[in-house]
């Protein structure tokens, strides 16, 4: 099967990381060991992770008019990915997360989302005509619901795979789940969908039972060092984490759904793409930043073969 390409909706900021030896306390000052500023987004993160492999990638974004956005559009630019549907907007900044990290990799991150809330319906309506040709379409959840659940029905119109990373975690309508043909929440984004506190393999199988019932066709429940629990009407199986040196956290779940949207692009399986996802992931938590993180095709195939 020829690979198709992939079009990406969702946020982009700038990160601005500071690390220190532990996450601060409410109150606490401490005195940190690192900062650096690199490009990150959800949505951003996962089309630079798509494109590295390989992928054939447009992105739907809005960006402010500032140095920031200057620094995103030469990112994209430098990895290939399409960025005819990003628009810059005056009197709104780019969106920006600040990204406390720990010395395990743990984090703590707060998004501004600035033009990121500016992404509407229209926009992606916009996009249609790329989307109807794509081979997969993917949300995250730091852009407005409405321009989600459009992205989803022009996607369900068109016969396009749509993927759905629930984050930042939030409750969804039975419409938008309905939709969907991949949904990939971690434990504490699958509790807030579901209502079932998400702790292990068992748990998982609850919660993903619950999205099945509502329609969604396939369910990624990962659980960090625990892996990861696959689950459609087929029935269920679980892939195991790969042991690494973690440095960063921060983008492993957006390394997972862009290789994950490279893998089903390109033709794999549905637990074919989320094993070359989950290798993927693992790679990404021993880089720091986000989009600076991501591997290329190369590395990956690297990784696999002295990993097997």
């Known amino acids: 099967m020829a690979s198709k390409s992939i079009v990406v909706i969702g946020s982009s900021n700038i990160d601005l990381v500071a690390k220190s030896h532990k996450i601060p306390v409410v109150g606490e000052t401490l005195t940190g060991t690192d900062f650096f500023m690199t490009p990150g987004g959800k949505g951003a993160n996962q089309a630079v992770a798509a494109a590295k492999l390989g992928a054939d990638v447009i992105f739907v974004a809005r960006l ?26 005056e009197g709104v900044p780019s969106g920006v997360a600040i990204i406390a990290i720990d010395d395990n990799g743990k984090n703590i991150i707060i998004v501004v989302p600035g033009a990121n809330g500016k992404l509407m319906p229209a926009d992606v309506e916009k996009a249609s005509a790329d ?25 369900a119109q068109n016969k396009v795979m749509f993927i759905l990373d629930p984050a930042p975690a939030r409750p969804l309508s039975g419409k938008l789940l ?24 068992d748990s998982a199988s609850k919660a993903a039972d619950w999205l099945l019932a509502k329609g969604v066709k396939n369910v990624i429940v990962t659980l960090g060092e625990k892996g990861a629990l696959l689950a459609n009407k087929a029935g269920k199986e679980t892939i195991q984490s790969r042991k690494v040196k973690a440095i960063d956290s921060t983008a492993a779940g957006d390394a997972f759904t862009g290789a994950l ?36 095709k190369k590395e990956v195939d690297a990784f696999i073969a002295a990993n097997k």
């Open 178 to 201: 309905s939709m969907v043909d991949v949904i990939k929440p971690n434990e504490t984004e699958a509790q807030t969908i579901t209502g079932i506190k998400v702790t292990d393999i």
């Open 64 to 89: 402010g008019k500032d140095v920031f956005a200057e620094k995103s559009l030469e990112n994209f630019k430098s990895v290939n990915i399409n960025t005819k549907h990003i628009a810059q907007l």
């Open 131 to 155: 989307i109807a040709s794509a081979g997969v379409v993917v949300c995250q959840l730091e852009i407005p619901i409405e321009t989600v659940e459009k992205a989803a029905a022009l996607a």
């Open 261 to 296: 949207a490279y893998g089903l692009a390109n033709g794999k399986l549905f637990k074919d793409a989320a094993v070359y996802a989950n290798a993927v992931a693992a790679i990404s938590v021993t880089r720091l930043g986000a989009q600076s993180s991501m591997p290329t």
